[in-house]
């Protein structure tokens, strides 16, 4: 059942449930939904002065949540466009011949390819080589940091995510955006931190955040470096 309150200029919608619960709880999901489980016989009423009294709270998480959701702006795949390859800007040059290839040189991202039609899909093709092959370069120490908790994921994985950076699942799988590739190193790093962290502590608890800070202490600014570079 989906109920709304207003938190000065900020409306929040969550959906809510009914359970055999002492206490109410509330959930922030990463796609930003936020889930109201109440005890049942609990009033709206009762309910609606928890939720305003946690909307900071609740906001925060957003917030939170939002720094993950991938905000590139759409490309048209033209010559003379800039593309990012690990935080760095480069010009996009487009070349017809028998065969299609890429070679990224100082400034630029050349492109062959037998037809124009072919180039966004050529250069998206390369850009997850580069991730898949990145990616595993740049966890390979964090993995091993990671030993002294006793975890250690069970494989890093590629998966295009309209509204998230990475995410880690129940059995131990680290999946990341292949969009992160255009961002700097230690953008990337703090990304699968956060994820290895979520191994150790699945929820954003107080501990989580010790943990992050703990490995990675400068974990704000490249999560600010992430969002305002691919904003």
Not at 73 to 79: D, F, Q, S, T
Not at 140 to 156: A, D, M
Request: hydrophobic share 35%; aromatic share 10%.
């Amino acid at each position: 059942m989906e109920h709304r309150i207003q938190f000065g200029s900020k409306e929040i919608v969550y959906q809510l449930t009914y359970s055999k619960r002492k206490s109410l709880g509330i959930t922030i999901t990463p796609a930003l939904h936020v889930l109201v489980t109440a005890p049942e016989g609990a009033s709206v009423e009762r309910i609606e002065a928890i939720v305003r009294k946690r909307a900071p709270w609740i906001i925060s998480q957003e917030n939170f949540f939002l720094s993950f959701h991938p905000k590139t702006p759409a490309r048209k795949y033209v010559g003379g466009e800039s593309h990012l390859y690990l935080g760095r800007q480069y010009i996009l040059r487009i070349n017809e011949g028998k065969k299609n290839d890429i070679h990224r040189k100082r400034n630029t991202i050349e492109v062959t390819v037998k037809s124009r039609a072919q180039v966004k899909k050529v250069l998206l093709n390369w850009y997850r080589l580069q991730a898949k092959e990145k990616f595993g370069e740049l966890a390979e120490p964090w993995i091993e940091e990671f030993r002294q908790y006793r975890v250690k994921p069970t494989g890093i994985y590629l998966q295009n995510m309209p509204t998230r950076w990475g995410s880690c699942t129940p059995n131990g799988k680290i999946i990341l955006n292949p969009e992160l590739i255009k961002a700097p190193k230690r953008c990337i790093e703090y990304v699968i931190i956060h994820e290895l962290c979520h191994l150790v502590h699945h929820d954003h608890t107080q501990k989580f955040f010790d943990l992050q800070k703990k490995v990675m202490p400068d974990w704000v600014r490249w999560k600010n470096k992430l969002e305002k570079l691919l904003a």
